[in-house]
């Protein structure tokens, strides 16, 4: 029963280009939640995805960032042309529908260095 | 209002000792507290969580207090190890709830 995945771990992109950063939820779980965690700091709520629907964007920025998470493979968090404010560990947390948000499994994290 | 404040920063505890960390939170809707371990290079795991109904659950070496009143919830290791040291998060969320709101985390080592 494999975790949460994410990938790819580690991303290097130069200002202005794009990232795509992907997480496979744990079987059997439709919740889908992403993270940024600035160094040394704690985990900052981004966005809050079912299948198909964004259910709670409100920790996203309004501009380069968008998520989804289609009927059929990963969740996709996309930063458009970024900056080095983004550089970050994002982290991908998934939960069953039985139980809702409150038990969140993390991935390993995707860790984002902007140069 | 959706704040968890976490306190100490950083902790330093010698082998066999107790480890404490607190959080506290002025929402009270929250009505979930978990507690997650992060070790460096990882993801958060889930340590332990309690809902307000209780007063204390304990897990092995790892204990979380909770005062309703005052709106303050607690973590204790008990004989911390080595293998302890990481970064603890205490949370904070409502049931049905979208959002978990996490403290800033205590880097705890623990000396051998």
């Known amino acids: 029963n494999a975790g949460v995945m994410q990938n790819p771990r580690h991303l290097v992109r130069r200002r202005g280009q794009e990232a795509r950063l992907r997480c496979s939820p744990m079987k059997g779980h439709s919740h889908v939640y992403w993270y940024r965690q600035l160094p040394e700091e704690g985990l900052k709520f981004m966005v809050y995805l079912q299948k198909e629907n964004i259910i709670d964007e409100s920790g996203m920025p309004k501009e380069r960032f968008s998520a989804e998470f289609p009927k059929e493979g990963p969740s996709i968090l996309r930063i458009q042309q970024v900056v080095r404010g983004d550089s970050a560990a994002y982290f991908c947390?998934?939960?069953?529908?039985?139980?809702?948000?409150?038990?969140?499994?993390f991935g390993p994290g995707t860790r984002l260095l902007v140069l | 209002q959706q704040q968890v404040k976490q306190s100490p920063q950083s902790l330093i505890v010698q082998k066999g000792g107790i480890s404490i960390i607190n959080c506290a939170y002025e929402?009270?809707?929250?009505?979930?507290f978990p507690w997650y371990q992060q070790f460096p290079g990882k993801g958060p795991a889930l340590l332990i969580a309690i809902r307000p109904d209780v007063s204390e659950k304990k897990e092995g070496r790892f204990t979380i207090s909770f005062n309703k009143s005052a709106k303050q919830f607690s973590l204790h290791i008990m004989d911390s190890q080595p293998g302890d040291s990481a970064t603890y998060f205490c949370a904070a969320s409502t049931t049905g709830g979208f959002k978990t709101i996490f403290g800033a985390g205590t880097r705890l080592f623990v000396k051998a």
């Open positions: 929402n009270t809707a929250f009505d979930y």
């Open positions: 947390a998934s939960s069953p529908p039985q139980t809702g948000q409150e038990t969140q499994y």
